[in-house]
């Protein structure tokens, strides 16, 4: 269902996330985003783009199967 250019686009933004993360000295994120109150915001966040970014890769791939079909 998904192309291998999709799987490896979705692996690259992972693995870049955890970089991110572990480039920050001293700063705790769960600490950060729990004192302030806002980690259902980043998660709520978080959760709407990968919807979206699985969303617009099923609806692509479906577009490019029907173009090979024809």
């Avoid at 993360?21 to 709407?48: C, D, R, Y």
């Avoid at 969303?55 to 029907?66: E, Q």
């Amino acid at each position: 269902m998904f192309t291998s250019r999709g799987c490896l686009l979705l692996v690259f933004m992972v693995m870049l996330s955890a970089t991110l993360f572990a480039q920050a000295p001293g700063a705790e994120p769960e600490n950060m985003f729990t004192s302030n109150g806002k980690l259902g915001v980043v998660i709520a966040v978080v959760v709407t783009l990968l919807v979206g970014l699985f969303l617009y890769l099923i609806s692509l791939d479906r577009k490019i199967s029907r173009l090979e079909k024809k």
